[in-house]
T-cell receptor, first 116, second 112 residues
Framework: GAVVSQHPSWVICKSGTSVKIECRSLDFQATTMFWYRQFPKQSLMLMATSNEGSKATYEQGVEKDKFLINHASLTLSTLTVTSAHPEDSSFYIC????????????FGSGTRLTVV | GENVEQHPSTLSVQEGDSAVIKCTYSDSASNYFPWYKQELGKRPQLIIDIRSNVGEKKDQRIAVTLNKTAKHFSLHITETQPEDSAVYFCAARIQGAQKLVFGQGTRLTINP
């Protein structure tokens, strides 16, 4: 089945620095990937839809200049948290779907970001 | 836009009993309804899904039912086991759209 790889699995960074998270579809091409944020004991909140070769579509209330998304190839999307602050600490998780076969959505393993 | 409500937020059942989690959605154009299981610190795993042209789907101890008229769908787990303990999320996707909208989640605890 479809496999989505996400790295790093956890990262600790200092306030004001930037962190890049990678999401790769390992055995299929994904023209669209999704980035979610999940706070402890809460649901998955969609941040943005990443579109290969074009600009990402951000959900209402998500700052596009703070959460930079790049989807330069059919197998890789990256999320960069710029000028991170402690309130950005969360579990970030990506998702993709093997559209060619109409499969369900597969999630990456997630990235636990801690900003100190 | 689509809104998905999930109940209950927590559910505790005795091992061997059945568990039922319910979700309602707001947009009648929704046509795909997956259920995910998430263990602590792990990724959500798809356990079953149903499309709007089907009323019920079953996979061993897990089943999902869909009532399009009432705009609600439910997850049924029979003969529960301790390893079923996790957080379960329902989701819905509007026809023609790509993104999933998730419910708030249900923390299921199976008591030995």
């Amino acid at each position: 089945g479809a496999v989505v790889s996400q790295h790093p699995s956890w990262v600790i960074c200092k306030s004001g620095t930037s962190v890049k998270i990678e999401c790769r579809s390992l055995d299929f091409q994904a023209t669209t990937m999704f980035w979610y944020r999940q706070f402890p004991k809460q649901s998955l909140m969609l941040m943005a839809t990443s579109n290969e070769g074009s600009k990402a579509t951000y959900e209402q209330g998500v700052e596009k200049d703070k959460f930079l998304i790049n989807h330069a190839s059919l197998t890789l999307s990256t999320l960069t948290v710029t000028s991170a602050h402690p309130e950005d600490s969360s579990f970030y998780i990506c998702s993709a779907r093997e559209e060619a076969v109409g499969s369900g959505y597969t999630f990456g393993s997630g990235t636990r970001l801690t900003v100190v | 836009g689509e809104n998905v409500e999930q109940h209950p937020s927590t559910l505790s059942v005795q091992e061997g009993d059945s568990a039922v989690i319910k979700c309602t959605y707001s947009d009648s154009a929704s046509n795909y309804f997956p259920w995910y299981k998430q263990e602590l610190g792990k990724r959500p795993q798809l356990i079953i899904d149903i499309r709007s042209n089907v009323g019920e789907k079953k996979d061993q101890r897990i089943a999902v039912t869909l009532n399009k008229t009432a705009k609600h769908f439910s997850l049924h787990i029979t003969e529960t086991q301790p390893e079923d303990s996790a957080v379960y999320f329902c989701a819905a996707r509007i026809q023609g759209a790509q993104k999933l909208v998730f419910g708030q989640g249900t923390r299921l605890t199976i008591n030995p």
